[in-house]
């Protein structure tokens, strides 16, 4: 099972917004609306923010959305903050009880 | 208050055995679905394994046959027997529940603990 690609890395100036590209396959993010994404930042563990392509977890504020357009899932982070600052992964079911991470993207708020 | 504690990392041989143990709290695991996720230094994360609440595991290609994922229910507790380790199993390990989206698997992780540190050395 291949890892989903995602950018390595993304910016924006605060208050700005940001997108982040997950792809995958028809196999995984375009076969399923079971896409999720999760932040981390360093030495922490993950956090979930988005589940089900676009549902906000209690907590997460409305700056996070998600979406999703064939293979392709997104995660866009409006009004940047610098506690926004952190790396993002992406994650999809796959199948047969197989789940995929994405490569992951850090975001850095200039 | 949901929590995740995961223990038993450490340095181990290239063809060494370790088990993970993740205690949780605040909820009960046997009506769960559970995985295990790994991130090797400076890398992405990668699933390793789940367990249903029925009892049925499935593990990702890259462990299979190597790895085994259990639970004690007396003990609320996950575990992760790993055997036949390789240089490339080196990783921090996470322990995450599996949530539900009205009544069916949602197949998204709601919660993870800190992690564990295993690294594999000749």
Redesign the interface.
């Known amino acids: 099972q291949s890892a989903l690609t995602q950018p390595p890395s993304a910016s924006g100036s605060p208050g700005q917004s940001v997108t982040i590209s997950c792809t995958g396959t028809s196999s995984d993010v375009g076969g399923y609306n079971y896409v999720s994404w999760y932040q981390q930042h360093p030495g922490k563990a993950p956090k979930l923010m988005i589940y089900e392509v676009s549902e906000r977890p209690s907590g997460v504020p409305d700056r996070f959305s998600g979406s999703k357009s064939g293979n392709t899932a997104s995660l866009t982070v409006s009004g940047l903050q610098g506690e926004d600052e952190a790396d993002y992964y992406c994650s999809s079911y796959s199948g047969i009880n197989n789940y995929v991470f994405g490569t992951g993207t850090k975001v850095t708020v200039l | 208050e949901v929590q995740l504690v995961e223990s038993g990392g450490g340095l181990v041989q290239i063809g060494g055995s370790l088990r993970l143990s993740c205690a949780a709290s605040g909820f009960t695991v046997s009506n769960r679905y559970m995985?295990w996720?790994r991130q090797a230094p400076g890398k992405?994360?990668?699933?390793v394994s789940?367990i249903?609440a029925g009892g049925?595991t499935?593990d990702?290609?890259s462990v299979e046959g190597r790895f085994t994922i259990s639970r004690d229910n007396s003990k609320n507790t996950v575990y992760l027997q790993m055997n036949s380790l390789r240089a490339d199993d080196s990783a921090v390990y996470?322990c995450?529940r599996g949530?539900y989206?009205g009544g069916a698997y949602?197949?998204?992780?709601?919660y993870?603990?800190?992690?564990t540190l295993v690294t594999v050395s000749s």
Do not use: I, N
């Open positions: 995985s996720v992405g994360m990668e699933w789940v249903y049925t499935y990702a290609d996470y995450a949530a989206s949602g197949y998204y992780f709601d993870w603990g800190q992690g």
